[in-house]
T-cell receptor, first 112, second 116 residues
Framework: KQEVTQIPAALSVPEGENLVLNCSFT??????LQWFRQDPGKGLTSLLL?????REQTSGRLNASLDKSSGRSTLYIAASQPGDSATYLC???????????FGKGTTLSVSS | EPEVTQTPSHQVTQMGQEVILRCVPI?????FYWYRQILGQKVEFLVS????????KSEIFDDQFSVERPDGSNFTLKIRSTKLEDSAMYFC??????????????FGPGTRLTVL
Protein backbone atom coordinates (compact mmCIF):
# COMPACT_ATOMS: atom_id res chain seq x y z
CA LYS A 1 0.00 0.00 0.00
CA GLN A 2 1.42 3.36 -1.03
CA GLU A 3 2.45 5.63 1.84
CA VAL A 4 3.60 9.23 1.43
CA THR A 5 5.69 10.89 4.11
CA GLN A 6 6.77 14.51 4.35
CA ILE A 7 9.52 15.93 6.49
CA PRO A 8 9.84 18.22 8.27
CA ALA A 9 6.28 18.62 9.59
CA ALA A 10 6.92 22.31 10.19
CA LEU A 11 9.59 24.79 9.17
CA SER A 12 10.22 28.41 10.13
CA VAL A 13 12.65 30.55 8.15
CA PRO A 14 13.45 34.24 7.79
CA GLU A 15 12.50 35.99 4.58
CA GLY A 16 14.97 35.54 1.74
CA GLU A 17 16.16 32.08 2.65
CA ASN A 18 16.23 29.23 0.17
CA LEU A 19 14.61 26.08 1.52
CA VAL A 20 13.91 22.47 0.67
CA LEU A 21 10.85 20.41 1.53
CA ASN A 22 11.05 16.64 1.33
CA CYS A 23 8.59 13.98 0.26
CA SER A 24 9.08 10.22 0.16
CA PHE A 25 6.83 7.45 -1.11
CA THR A 26 7.03 3.70 -0.57
CA UNK A 27 6.02 2.37 -4.00
CA UNK A 28 8.10 3.71 -6.87
CA UNK A 29 5.52 2.65 -9.50
CA UNK A 30 3.86 6.07 -9.76
CA UNK A 31 2.44 7.98 -12.69
CA UNK A 32 2.93 11.48 -11.33
CA LEU A 33 3.91 13.37 -8.25
CA GLN A 34 2.26 16.67 -7.43
CA TRP A 35 3.02 19.42 -5.01
CA PHE A 36 0.09 21.43 -3.64
CA ARG A 37 -0.21 24.49 -1.49
CA GLN A 38 -2.91 24.77 1.17
CA ASP A 39 -3.64 28.02 2.98
CA PRO A 40 -5.39 27.74 6.38
CA GLY A 41 -9.03 26.74 5.98
CA LYS A 42 -8.74 26.82 2.20
CA GLY A 43 -8.60 24.43 -0.72
CA LEU A 44 -5.60 22.91 -2.47
CA THR A 45 -3.75 24.73 -5.21
CA SER A 46 -1.63 22.65 -7.54
CA LEU A 47 1.90 24.05 -7.77
CA LEU A 48 3.81 21.54 -9.87
CA LEU A 49 3.16 18.15 -11.44
CA UNK A 50 6.08 15.92 -12.33
CA UNK A 51 5.36 12.97 -14.59
CA UNK A 52 7.17 9.73 -13.81
CA UNK A 53 9.39 10.12 -16.87
CA UNK A 54 10.54 13.59 -15.77
CA ARG A 55 13.26 14.53 -13.30
CA GLU A 56 12.16 18.03 -12.43
CA GLN A 57 9.73 20.86 -13.03
CA THR A 58 10.12 24.57 -12.44
CA SER A 59 7.64 27.37 -11.92
CA GLY A 60 9.00 30.75 -10.93
CA ARG A 61 10.84 30.42 -7.63
CA LEU A 62 9.73 26.80 -7.22
CA ASN A 63 11.63 23.78 -8.43
CA ALA A 64 10.51 20.22 -7.82
CA SER A 65 12.67 17.19 -8.45
CA LEU A 66 11.74 13.53 -8.62
CA ASP A 67 13.90 10.48 -8.05
CA LYS A 68 11.42 7.69 -8.69
CA SER A 69 13.81 4.83 -8.06
CA SER A 70 14.59 6.02 -4.54
CA GLY A 71 11.02 7.15 -3.86
CA ARG A 72 11.88 10.77 -3.18
CA SER A 73 10.91 14.24 -4.28
CA THR A 74 12.04 17.66 -3.12
CA LEU A 75 10.43 21.04 -3.47
CA TYR A 76 12.95 23.85 -3.55
CA ILE A 77 11.72 27.38 -2.81
CA ALA A 78 14.15 30.15 -3.67
CA ALA A 79 14.26 33.51 -1.91
CA SER A 80 11.31 32.76 0.37
CA GLN A 81 8.73 35.47 1.08
CA PRO A 82 6.11 35.86 3.85
CA GLY A 83 3.46 35.14 1.23
CA ASP A 84 4.93 31.64 0.86
CA SER A 85 3.68 30.79 4.35
CA ALA A 86 1.29 27.85 3.92
CA THR A 87 1.14 24.09 4.15
CA TYR A 88 2.77 22.25 1.26
CA LEU A 89 1.37 18.85 0.37
CA CYS A 90 2.92 16.15 -1.75
CA UNK A 91 0.69 13.60 -3.52
CA UNK A 92 1.14 10.64 -5.86
CA UNK A 93 -1.39 8.83 -8.02
CA UNK A 94 -2.64 5.41 -6.99
CA UNK A 95 -1.93 2.40 -9.20
CA UNK A 96 -4.98 3.01 -11.40
CA UNK A 97 -4.40 6.75 -11.66
CA UNK A 98 -7.88 7.35 -10.25
CA UNK A 99 -6.99 8.86 -6.88
CA UNK A 100 -4.30 10.89 -5.18
CA UNK A 101 -2.51 9.71 -2.06
CA PHE A 102 -1.34 12.60 0.08
CA GLY A 103 1.34 13.19 2.64
CA LYS A 104 0.51 15.06 5.81
CA GLY A 105 2.27 18.18 4.62
CA THR A 106 4.95 20.60 5.73
CA THR A 107 3.73 23.81 7.33
CA LEU A 108 6.03 26.64 6.30
CA SER A 109 6.26 29.96 8.11
CA VAL A 110 8.35 32.74 6.56
CA SER A 111 8.97 35.73 8.81
CA SER A 112 9.73 39.23 7.57
CA GLU B 1 -9.63 30.99 -15.07
CA PRO B 2 -12.18 28.19 -14.59
CA GLU B 3 -12.39 26.80 -11.09
CA VAL B 4 -14.18 24.17 -9.05
CA THR B 5 -16.81 25.65 -6.75
CA GLN B 6 -18.40 24.10 -3.67
CA THR B 7 -21.44 24.96 -1.58
CA PRO B 8 -22.00 25.52 1.23
CA SER B 9 -18.67 26.66 2.62
CA HIS B 10 -19.71 25.51 6.11
CA GLN B 11 -22.45 23.09 7.11
CA VAL B 12 -23.47 22.34 10.67
CA THR B 13 -25.74 19.36 11.27
CA GLN B 14 -26.99 17.14 14.04
CA MET B 15 -25.78 13.57 14.33
CA GLY B 16 -28.03 11.22 12.36
CA GLN B 17 -29.12 13.84 9.85
CA GLU B 18 -28.57 13.61 6.12
CA VAL B 19 -26.36 16.16 4.41
CA ILE B 20 -25.70 16.89 0.75
CA LEU B 21 -22.53 18.65 -0.26
CA ARG B 22 -22.53 20.28 -3.66
CA CYS B 23 -19.81 20.86 -6.22
CA VAL B 24 -19.65 22.37 -9.67
CA PRO B 25 -16.62 20.90 -11.48
CA ILE B 26 -14.79 22.68 -14.28
CA UNK B 27 -17.03 22.48 -17.31
CA UNK B 28 -14.93 20.42 -19.74
CA UNK B 29 -13.68 17.98 -17.10
CA UNK B 30 -14.80 14.36 -17.22
CA UNK B 31 -13.52 12.91 -13.93
CA PHE B 32 -14.80 13.98 -10.55
CA TYR B 33 -13.58 13.22 -7.05
CA TRP B 34 -14.36 13.70 -3.39
CA TYR B 35 -11.70 13.84 -0.69
CA ARG B 36 -11.90 14.67 2.97
CA GLN B 37 -9.50 16.07 5.54
CA ILE B 38 -10.14 15.59 9.22
CA LEU B 39 -8.58 18.41 11.22
CA GLY B 40 -4.85 17.87 11.59
CA GLN B 41 -4.80 14.77 9.39
CA LYS B 42 -3.99 13.88 5.81
CA VAL B 43 -6.23 14.55 2.86
CA GLU B 44 -7.95 11.20 2.16
CA PHE B 45 -9.51 9.97 -1.05
CA LEU B 46 -13.19 9.00 -0.89
CA VAL B 47 -14.45 8.34 -4.40
CA SER B 48 -13.88 8.99 -8.09
CA UNK B 49 -16.64 9.24 -10.68
CA UNK B 50 -16.66 9.02 -14.45
CA UNK B 51 -19.38 8.60 -17.04
CA UNK B 52 -22.09 8.58 -14.35
CA UNK B 53 -20.49 5.72 -12.47
CA UNK B 54 -18.19 5.31 -9.50
CA UNK B 55 -14.79 4.31 -10.89
CA UNK B 56 -13.09 3.82 -7.54
CA LYS B 57 -13.89 4.22 -3.88
CA SER B 58 -11.91 3.93 -0.66
CA GLU B 59 -12.69 1.96 2.49
CA ILE B 60 -14.04 5.15 4.00
CA PHE B 61 -16.76 5.38 1.34
CA ASP B 62 -19.24 2.95 2.89
CA ASP B 63 -23.00 2.60 2.45
CA GLN B 64 -23.59 5.86 4.28
CA PHE B 65 -22.06 7.77 1.38
CA SER B 66 -23.35 8.23 -2.14
CA VAL B 67 -22.48 10.45 -5.08
CA GLU B 68 -24.56 11.73 -7.93
CA ARG B 69 -24.34 13.95 -10.96
CA PRO B 70 -27.96 15.10 -11.04
CA ASP B 71 -27.51 17.37 -14.05
CA GLY B 72 -24.82 18.51 -16.45
CA SER B 73 -23.05 20.74 -13.99
CA ASN B 74 -23.43 19.59 -10.38
CA PHE B 75 -21.72 16.75 -8.54
CA THR B 76 -22.98 15.90 -5.08
CA LEU B 77 -21.86 13.90 -2.07
CA LYS B 78 -24.60 12.65 0.25
CA ILE B 79 -24.01 11.37 3.74
CA ARG B 80 -27.16 9.52 4.82
CA SER B 81 -26.86 9.52 8.60
CA THR B 82 -24.02 11.67 9.82
CA LYS B 83 -21.74 10.63 12.68
CA LEU B 84 -19.50 12.76 14.83
CA GLU B 85 -16.47 11.33 13.03
CA ASP B 86 -17.75 12.65 9.70
CA SER B 87 -16.76 16.14 10.83
CA ALA B 88 -14.10 17.19 8.33
CA MET B 89 -13.34 19.43 5.39
CA TYR B 90 -14.68 17.86 2.21
CA PHE B 91 -12.97 18.71 -1.05
CA CYS B 92 -14.33 18.17 -4.53
CA UNK B 93 -11.91 17.89 -7.44
CA UNK B 94 -12.14 17.42 -11.18
CA UNK B 95 -9.80 16.57 -14.03
CA UNK B 96 -9.89 16.27 -17.80
CA UNK B 97 -8.37 12.80 -17.70
CA UNK B 98 -6.72 10.38 -15.33
CA UNK B 99 -3.48 10.81 -13.47
CA UNK B 100 -2.11 7.96 -15.56
CA UNK B 101 -2.42 10.33 -18.52
CA UNK B 102 -0.54 13.07 -16.70
CA UNK B 103 -3.62 15.15 -15.93
CA UNK B 104 -3.89 17.39 -12.88
CA UNK B 105 -6.78 17.32 -10.46
CA UNK B 106 -8.19 20.77 -9.65
CA PHE B 107 -9.60 21.20 -6.19
CA GLY B 108 -12.44 23.30 -4.89
CA PRO B 109 -12.24 25.43 -1.72
CA GLY B 110 -13.92 22.79 0.41
CA THR B 111 -16.99 22.47 2.61
CA ARG B 112 -16.38 22.32 6.32
CA LEU B 113 -18.85 19.84 7.82
CA THR B 114 -19.45 19.98 11.56
CA VAL B 115 -21.54 17.21 13.11
CA LEU B 116 -22.88 17.96 16.60
Amino acid sequence: KQEVTQIPAALSVPEGENLVLNCSFTDSAIYNLQWFRQDPGKGLTSLLLIQSSQREQTSGRLNASLDKSSGRSTLYIAASQPGDSATYLCAVDNQAGTALIFGKGTTLSVSS
Amino acid sequence: EPEVTQTPSHQVTQMGQEVILRCVPISNHLYFYWYRQILGQKVEFLVSFYNNEISEKSEIFDDQFSVERPDGSNFTLKIRSTKLEDSAMYFCASSVGLGSWGDTQYFGPGTRLTVL
